[in-house]
């Protein structure tokens, strides 16, 4: 398990970035539509640390947004009945944690056919995805998509007399985060890790179900509460925090050795940190922001993650299993897996707290 990490081409990055947010509101005279970006996906549009120094100042942020707000004509294409329509304005801003915020506004006549197409899709990570929400005059939800560079678009039929939908174009949104739940964990190489320093010293069935199941309690519960803003840390907390949980394990699998006791009660407490690392991803594509059209994205991710969590446990479990009767496996491959856990873990704790 731990090779096939390490051959993984971006195992130090953990998590994919590849995630922004297009939230389109219509009203009777204009399309206001706001672009979101993490300062790591902006970067990809446009040039941020023009020194190259890892640090991003004031003045460094001030040129970008200019730049935003130059590029920012051609981040979108709307089309209305087939026929497309020029930006009225555009506005471009960064919050208290660099993430990018790019408002384009487009005035509208009456249509019965809405296009709209991402066009910065193109610009950003084949793995990138855009949660793309479409809401009505009265803020009704007339559509919701993921979107990426093969499936760029959305198009929605209105009935000009009322402005209400007739033909909603959609994908099954319950499919789209369950999907994404599955490759989260599947590619959260820090959350695979920190499974993999728990089962490493478990002797049986009984053991590893205790471990998988408080991890999943604990994480179900924050990924909940913090999706609901009932608790809101900052990823820059909390992305440490998670690299701190796999050294701790690795450490403790060291000094405490095989099967410890008590180590649900260490799984449950990680797990809750774990859970808002979960919770930035929906966060990041503003589901719960406006405070509707949370259950379906926060039920289908989190049943997402645990499929994802027991097919990896199912591949990796049988082979720990097997590889236990042989003395030698126990004796000195489990402490020196463990030791490259806990390295790294540390690794990672470096570069989310100076890099």
Avoid at 32 to 44: C, K, M, P, Q, W
Avoid at 157 to 177: E, I, L, R, Y
Avoid at 212 to 218: G, L, M, S, V
Wanted: aromatic share 10%; charged share 15%.
């Amino acid at each position: 398990m731990l090779i096939l990490l390490l051959a993984w081409r971006d195992l130090v990055f953990a998590h994919d970035p590849g995630l922004s947010t297009a939230n389109v509101r219509l009203t009777q005279s204009n399309i206001e539509v706001t672009l979101g970006f993490s300062i790591i996906d902006t970067a990809e549009i446009v040039e941020i640390d023009k020194n190259r120094d890892a640090h991003i100042s004031k003045q460094e942020l001030a040129e970008a947004t200019l730049e935003l707000q130059k590029k920012g004509t051609n981040a979108l294409e709307a089309k209305l009945d087939g026929r497309p329509i020029a930006p009225a304005g555009v506005k471009c801003s960064f919050d208290p944690s660099d993430n990018a915020s790019v408002t384009i506004t487009f005035d509208t006549p009456q249509f019965s056919k809405l296009e709209i197409r991402s066009k910065w899709l193109a610009l950003l990570q084949p793995a990138h995805r855009q949660f793309l929400s479409i809401h009505g005059p009265n803020g009704n939800v007339l559509a919701e998509r993921l979107l990426s560079a093969n499936s760029d678009s959305v198009t929605i039929q209105m009935n000009p007399a009322d402005s209400k939908p007739t033909d909603v174009v959609q994908k099954n949104a319950f499919a789209d985060f369950l999907v994404m739940g599955v490759k989260h964990i599947w590619t959260g190489y820090d959350h695979l890790l920190f499974l993999f320093g728990l089962l490493i010293v478990t002797r049986n069935f009984i053991s590893s179900f205790k471990i998988i199941t408080c991890f999943t309690i604990a994480h179900s519960i924050t990924l909940t509460v913090a999706t609901l803003s009932m608790v809101q840390f900052s990823s820059r907390v909390v992305e440490p925090l998670i690299a701190v949980s796999i050294v701790y394990v690795g450490i403790e699998n060291l000094i405490r050795g095989d099967d410890p006791k008590g180590r649900w009660l260490l799984t449950f407490a990680f797990g809750l940190i774990h859970g808002l690392g979960f919770a930035s991803v929906l966060r990041e594509l503003g589901v719960g922001s406006n405070g509707s059209g949370i259950a379906v994205p926060l039920v289908s991710f989190n049943l997402g993650v645990e499929l994802g969590q027991i097919a990896i446990a199912a591949l990796v479990l049988p082979i720990i299993w097997k590889l236990r009767t042989r003395p030698g496996f126990i004796n000195r491959w489990v402490p020196a897996c463990s030791a490259l856990v806990a390295v790294l873990g540390g690794y990672w704790f470096v570069q989310r707290v100076w890099f």
